[in-house]
């Protein structure tokens, strides 16, 4: 097994022991069992040499959007500990994307440590699934662009422990500007729909601003 799908492995293993730490009643005893090994694994995971996100100047004339083939389910790998599609990340929602034509599509399963109100997930944990997948249109379309502005229609309760799945697509690029449309459905019953206005940026700026940091 890679380093990396061993990262993978132990982050799925924290969001599922998240999940059913939230989801579960233990007792005095068992809560004293689980600190007491928590402490443990803190100790090791914090003797690791500290890791970076940023891009090396080495690679910016191979940096490209990691976009899934057509018809093809495979996680993003763009960054792997993306909070919303990064699958080494234990705090986030392991989002699987793949695309449809010019479409985008993300499927998660929002767990109990996700939840806003009693069987409901949190607003703010769709949004983050929405403009996830937004930006997967992004690099489908080969743009690198940041989010302006994100406006949300909340039309159906969104379920925990249920897989749902957003959709997003371009309606419109003018210059600079990009209008992207999502909709969120879950057992084919659509839960929210959102517009979004996206401002394009030059790659080779920003690669290069990253870059400096890691300098």
Request: aromatic share 6%; glycine share 8%; no cysteine.
């Amino acid at each position: 097994m890679t380093n990396e799908n061993q990262r993978v492995r132990a982050a799925t293993l924290l969001r599922e022991l998240g999940h059913d730490f939230v989801s579960r009643d233990l007792n005095d005893e068992q809560l004293a069992s689980v600190n007491a090994r928590l402490e443990e694994l803190s100790k090791i995971v914090g003797g690791g040499a500290l890791r970076s996100r940023t891009i090396a100047r080495g690679s910016l004339a191979n940096f490209k959007m990691a976009v899934p083939a057509e018809g093809q389910v495979e996680k993003h790998q763009l960054f792997s500990d993306s909070i919303v599609s990064g699958g080494a990340n234990p705090m986030g929602l392991g989002g699987f994307l793949w695309r449809e034509g010019t479409n985008a599509l993300m499927e998660v399963t929002l767990g109990k440590a996700f939840e806003g109100a009693p069987g409901r997930a949190h607003g703010g944990i769709v949004a983050a699934l929405i403009d996830e997948t937004m930006g997967l249109v992004l690099a489908i379309n080969d743009v690198l662009a940041f989010t302006v502005q994100l406006d949300i229609t909340y039309i159906a309760p969104t379920p925990i422990n249920t897989p749902i799945i957003a959709r997003a697509w371009l309606e419109e690029q003018n210059g600079r500007k990009l209008s992207i449309a999502a909709v969120v459905t879950a057992s084919d019953t659509e839960i929210a729909k959102a517009t979004a206005l996206f401002i394009s940026v030059d790659p080779e700026k920003f690669l290069k601003h990253l870059a400096s940091l890691d300098s």
